[in-house]
């Protein structure tokens, strides 16, 4: 290596390294002309190294500790190996150099500030090695935007707080971790990169790196094959309008966030195998939000809502091909979420339709009921909570009726509905307001605890209209003026205790979902335990009369009279029921092995 000679062409100020001669190492004018292009502090260090190396056709420059380096329309045509120190605040700054052998640089920042170390618009020509390494407490921020890696490229390691690969063309092999090692990566950026070229048999590989902050693939374009293996996202993940050419492999990744595949084309195969992306509505909902509120472009939350739910569709759509559909239901449950929270942007914009506010209301309700056919348990405690509402309603009429109008009482069931069919039908025929009133109570006190023990907060169906002040006002009102048009009544009626009874239970309903819609935190403990109850209700009623549970069943030959409170709440609990129990057999369908 002491032939070694460095020289320059002053015209472009390129620095061209190949060979150096001692005649020219001590020169003033030598020097002065290599600082004035390269700007190197260390330039004795720089060129002792240099002189001195032992490794053929190597050149080291270890240890380097200061700031300024700066290296602009380089070509170097041996071996680079850079072990830099970062002390203090520190620019290392290279531009426009082409490397035309293997380069290896290893970065470990121990500043006291921020600290920057950019590779912009350089060309490497052969294989590329990065490791970038921060004991200290302040940012530092890599850039390795527009560069060209011809050849094998490889990030070890990095502890950037920022990096930036934008517009970077990785032509040949890539890969961003060691074998066995968690890349852990902070909002790093890929936007518009190329990875690989046409009819490449390369690959990009990213497996087992743990992105701990957001980082943003879109516009990229891989002509290689993508492995994602073991790969974890902590925060969003952009990969809007990307494409991928052969096999995009996201094998057992995790998506902590919900990600943004919309208008991605995937022309290969996709392999989601052991993927989770389990999202619930309310961080989808977050999620959407935040990224209209951050989307440089004037997007509605609807249009973004829609963005996702393509990235969704996409992968239901590539499960479905390769025959896998338990996971596509997965999939299409998350596509049924965006839905939703689209047409709720636009119920609050007053721009939807009927159908759409219809359309609203049914993934509502198959959403807390099912979780849009996916959970098993979830819909056969939602059957379960029907029929145990029916049997206490029920149980409450016959009990009511029997107690407060015919002043009976017995511990025997099969008797008390026994007085109740025979002198329901006088009461109905003589007193046709009173059941009027009854069956309104009874059938908003059916569908309003319904709607209160499906819903995972009672808030969501009643927060939106009115508050806790307005809710308890409004109890107390119906309350004063049902009580009066009951006193009323009373003076003529005697039999209207009856109607005490359902304004007492009407307003202790009103009060608990006040009382749940302050205290969030209670109400799934409440839904647990009407479960609970349930499964005793519906014990019950099996071993008593399982005919009951359907009452459709004889619909065409009971012979109550009409306005009889029961036939309400069985007609309620008949329509409510058919859904749910469509619901419950689809649900098991597709959480079953069996073919559909």
Known sequence: MNNLEIYFNTQNSTLYINKISPEYYNQPKFQATFENICNLKHLDKFLEKAYNAKKEDIFEFEDSKGGGERFDKGVFKVKVELDIEVDGFYNFVWANVIFMRDVKMYFNATNTQETSIDLEKCTFKQYAEFKVSNSSEYEVEVNFKDNVFEEKFKLLWSEAN???????????????????????????????????????????????????????????????????????????????????????????????????????????????????????FKGLGE?????????????????????????????????????????????????????EIELDSKISNAQASVKELIDSCVLKFYRHTSDHHTDLLKIWHTLLILIGIFGILSGGVVIGFDYCCLKAWDWNAHTLIELYNTYIKHFVLAHTICALIINLLLFVLFVGLFLAMILNQVNEMIGKIFTILRLVSIALCCFVIIFAFAYLLRLCIPECMLIYCMIFIFIVVLLVMAIFAYCKGIIKGARNLFIGVSYFITIFILISSPKYLIPAIGIFTDKRVMFDPLSIAGGVYTILFGFILYSFIKTARKNSIVPH
Do not use: M, W
């Open 287 to 339: 999620t959407i939000q935040k990224e209209c509120e951050t989307t440089a472009d004037t997007k509605s939350l609807a249009e973004c809502a829609n963005d996702f739910r393509d990235s969704f569709r996409l992968f239901k759509n590539a499960l479905i091909k390769d025959n896998n559909l338990l996971d596509a239901s997965n999939h299409h449950r998350i596509e049924l979420y965006c839905k």
């Open 162 to 280: 920022k990096t930036n690969f934008d517009r970077t063309q990785f032509l040949g092999e890539c890969k961003f971790s060691d074998y066995g090692i968690e890349n852990k990566l902070q909002n790093i950026s890929f936007k518009n990169c190329i990875f690989g070229e046409k009819d490449s048999d390369k690959s990009a590989e990213f497996k087992k790196c743990e992105f701990k902050q957001n980082v943003n693939f879109s516009n990229c374009k891989f002509h290689t094959d993508a492995y994602f293996n073991n790969a974890t996202f902590k925060e969003s993940a952009d990969f809007h309008e990307c494409e991928f050419e052969k096999v995009a492999c996201f094998y057992d990744v995790t998506f902590e966030k919900t990600p943004n595949f919309s208008q991605v084309i995937f022309k290969g195969s996709l392999n989601l195998v052991n993927a989770k992306l389990d999202f619930d």
